[in-house]
């Protein structure tokens, strides 16, 4: 499984409004939606939402880490057009817990909601896969609009409809693919994010680049550092091409039944490290992606499928952001985590078939594919090196 030639060009921008804004869009028939991306979208929600919101109520589920100021712009501007209710809760991992989703719950259908509701998730990941799946089941079913406020779920959780929390099982096994009606990307949210946020949310975008972009690589190579800069225009830039590459394999592939599974490039390491982990915060889940990464090129270098060099120049281009290419290097002691431990949290991962392994490799630097049936040795093999060196010679 591979990604084909069919996508749009994503050298070239889409067409600017207002100046600043970008949209990219979500084609997906009569379900289609738009990505605005700039600065200043917030305060200009109103008109970017009236369509979708005028006479409708609306709920609003708050992180509380952007509840000062990005809550009280966006309240301000909606409340020209609508009126809003608002829900503030803790982010983090732990917040994607049956008992959370329980609570928030109850509380939203104590404001008498109806299905006319409209959800919006204003937050990083674990608030737009929260509220998303709060969304998906209130009522059978309501309208709700993403904006991300991270760099990490701007360029990846908030655009695709995939919503979940997370079981004592493992990460994200509770959800639905539920698509949002907008997502409203404002890049002035990332002012505020500390900078490892940041460098955490740029591992998303590297593995754009990795699984069917070479190109974008080659750009972040030489932009890589403007972006974590937060300098407005590379980061723009690069948060549109990550969206258009979305964009695509989400109308190519809703459900994660064929090609939207590369998009996993590096998640069954990460994952298993995560879990691991126990979600505690000392691992963000793109400093746990950055790692598995360079763990999954490393075991296609073992298999056969790529060659050393381009495991090297991933490698070098992820430590030159300020990201750990090797478990040894992530914080929560991963060097030191169970081997036996990990895979077996590997074998709880969606992708795994009938007890089988189941990885996104390479072959080559933008060309990745899903290989099923790993054998647990190389697998193992990888996970006890202690370093790429190591793993590849």
Not at 145 to 173: E, W
Not at 232 to 252: G, M, S, T
Not at 256 to 279: C, D, I, K, M, Q
Request: overall charge negative; aromatic content about 6%.
């Amino acid at each position: 499984m591979t990604i084909a030639n069919t996508h749009s060009d994503h050298s070239a921008p889409t067409t600017p409004i207002n100046g600043d804004h970008v949209v990219v869009p979500v084609e997906l028939g009569h379900r289609r939606y738009d990505i605005t991306i700039g600065r200043g979208v917030i305060q200009n929600a109103d008109h970017l939402l009236k369509p979708i919101l005028t006479g409708r109520q609306v709920v609003i589920i708050a992180d509380e880490a952007v509840a000062t100021p990005w809550l009280e712009q966006l309240e301000t501007a909606l409340n020209r057009i609508t009126h809003c209710h608002h829900v503030i809760t803790a982010g983090g991992e732990s917040a994607k817990s049956f008992s959370r989703y329980s609570e928030l719950m109850e509380n939203i259908l104590d404001h008498g909601i109806t299905r006319q509701t409209v959800i919006i998730a204003l937050g990083g990941g674990v608030i737009g896969d929260l509220a998303g799946f709060m969304a998906a089941s209130l009522l059978r079913g309501l309208d709700y609009v993403q904006i991300p406020t991270t760099l990490l779920s701007q360029v990846d959780s908030s655009v695709g409809g995939k919503t979940g929390i997370n079981a004592r099982a493992g990460k994200n096994l509770v959800g639905a693919f539920h698509q949002p009606r907008a997502v409203l990307i404002d890049t002035d949210c990332l002012a505020t994010l500390p900078d490892r946020e940041m460098r955490a949310g740029y591992a998303e975008v590297v593995k754009y680049g990795l699984l069917g972009h070479a190109d974008f690589f080659d750009w972040l190579e030489e932009h890589g550092e403007a972006v974590l800069k937060r300098q407005p225009d590379p980061l723009i830039e690069a948060i549109r091409r990550c969206c258009q590459a979305k964009a695509d394999i989400v109308a190519a592939d809703e459900t994660e039944s064929g090609v939207r599974a590369l998009l996993n490039l590096g998640h069954t390491f990460a994952h298993a490290f995560e879990a691991e982990a126990g979600y505690d915060g000392r691992l963000l889940h793109g400093e746990a992606v950055a790692a598995g990464l360079g763990h999954a090129f490393a075991l296609s270098r073992r298999l056969g499928f790529i060659d050393g060099q381009s495991c090297h120049r991933v490698a070098r281009h992820l430590e030159a952001m300020g990201l750990a290419h090797w478990r040894n290097g992530l914080p929560a002691d991963m060097g030191m985590a169970d081997i036996h431990h990990l895979i077996q949290n590997m074998g709880k991962d969606k992708k795994a078939q009938s007890g089988q392994l189941v990885f996104v490799l390479v072959r080559a630097i933008g060309d990745a594919f899903v290989e099923k049936g790993v054998n647990p040795q190389d697998v193992a093999a990888v996970l006890s090196a202690a370093n790429m060196d190591e793993a590849l010679s």
